[in-house]
């Protein structure tokens, strides 16, 4: 409010749970009366993992790739298709923040890639799906961050040996 809005809304949820993905979008359209933006960027699991980085080889999770694959990917086109109905109402926009790891696969991140790209493939079909109902579907590609957690990555001697070996 601070900057001008005449009120402020927040909904309290967990992404990976599809009530709250219904709670999120019915907030929105009772409080708002609509969207014009629907806005997609959030990334998580509910796994404690001692090692984000692994080679899936040697550890093929399942349940944590399935929880990671509802909170990156499915929660995503859950929230889209609930909101489907209010973004052809207006002709809204879809933003949806992924990574440039949905564009080129990296060593020990495969659980990571294959979200992103799921992400890539199934908004990029859907952007030509909603052409005719003047719904726009962006996707906000974004590169490297600098942060200590993409520094671990940088740093494994396994992804300088993988990477110096592919490329």
Same mark, same amino acid.
């Given at each position: 409010?601070?900057?001008?809005?005449?009120?402020?809304?927040?909904?309290?949820?967990? +992404? %990976?749970?599809?009530?709250?993905?219904?709670?999120?979008?019915?907030?929105?359209? #009772?409080?708002?009366?609509?969207?014009?933006?629907?806005?997609? #960027?959030? @990334?998580?699991? *509910?796994?404690?993992?001692?090692?984000?980085?692994?080679?899936?080889? $040697?550890?093929?999770?399942?349940?944590?790739?399935?929880?990671? !694959?509802?909170? /990156? &990917?499915?929660?995503? @086109?859950?929230?889209?298709?609930?909101?489907?109905? +209010?973004?052809?109402?207006? %002709?809204?926009?879809? @933003?949806?923040?992924? $990574?440039?790891?949905?564009?080129?696969?990296? @060593? $020990?991140? *495969? &659980? &990571?890639?294959?979200?992103?790209?799921?992400?890539?493939?199934?908004?990029?079909?859907?952007?030509?799906?909603?052409?005719?109902?003047?719904?726009?579907? !962006?996707?906000?590609?974004?590169?490297?961050? /600098?942060?200590?957690?993409? %520094?671990?990555?940088?740093? *494994?001697?396994?992804?300088?040996?993988?990477?110096?070996?592919? &490329?």
């Amino acid at each position: 409010q601070d900057l001008g809005a005449s009120k402020a809304v927040y909904v309290a949820g967990d +992404m %990976g749970k599809a009530e709250d993905c219904e709670k999120t979008i019915q907030t929105a359209d #009772n409080e708002l009366g609509g969207l014009d933006y629907l806005i997609l #960027n959030h @990334v998580g699991s *509910s796994f404690e993992k001692d090692d984000f980085f692994r080679f899936w080889d $040697s550890d093929p999770d399942m349940d944590f790739l399935t929880d990671f !694959t509802n909170i /990156n &990917y499915l929660s995503y @086109v859950r929230l889209t298709s609930l909101a489907l109905p +209010m973004l052809k109402k207006t %002709g809204a926009n879809i @933003v949806v923040v992924n $990574s440039i790891l949905g564009k080129m696969p990296i @060593v $020990s991140l *495969s &659980y &990571y890639c294959g979200a992103k790209f799921a992400l890539d493939g199934f908004f990029s079909s859907l952007r030509l799906e909603l052409e005719h109902h003047n719904v726009s579907v !962006t996707l906000a590609v974004i590169g490297a961050i /600098n942060t200590d957690l993409f %520094g671990k990555v940088l740093a *494994s001697k396994d992804v300088k040996q993988t990477h110096k070996t592919l &490329y």
